[in-house]
């Protein structure tokens, strides 16, 4: 595998986590101070990377519906919260 192909691959395991977290953030943290919007995008996106991660551990491959589902969950549930706070 090239350096290219593993960038490639990498962007695309990321990409769901990181595609759910930009359309959540926007619902949950401008109810936040300015510091805190970013580093909620942030957390976001690192809670959806460790669903995703937990997945493929779990089932041996990437792209099951199972790990998007608990994926979309999980950052549902942070936004929920940071609502809520």
């Known amino acids: 595998m ?7 691959h ?3 395991f990321l990409a769901p986590a990181l595609l ?3 359309v959540l953030w926007p619902g949950g943290a401008f109810r936040r101070p300015k510091p805190g919007r970013w ?3 942030v957390w976001l996106s690192l ?3 460790m669903v995703l991660l937990a997945g493929l551990a779990w089932f041996g ?3 099951r519906m199972a790990t998007y589902a608990a994926m979309i ?3 549902g549930s942070l936004i929920w919260w940071w609502r809520g706070r």
């Open 2 to 8: 090239t350096p290219a192909d593993l960038v490639w």
């Open 47 to 49: 809670a959806g990377v």
């Open 61 to 63: 491959r990437d792209g």
């Open 20 to 22: 759910v977290a930009l």
């Open 73 to 75: 969950l999980v950052q």
């Open 39 to 41: 580093v909620a995008l």
């Open 10 to 12: 990498l962007g695309g």
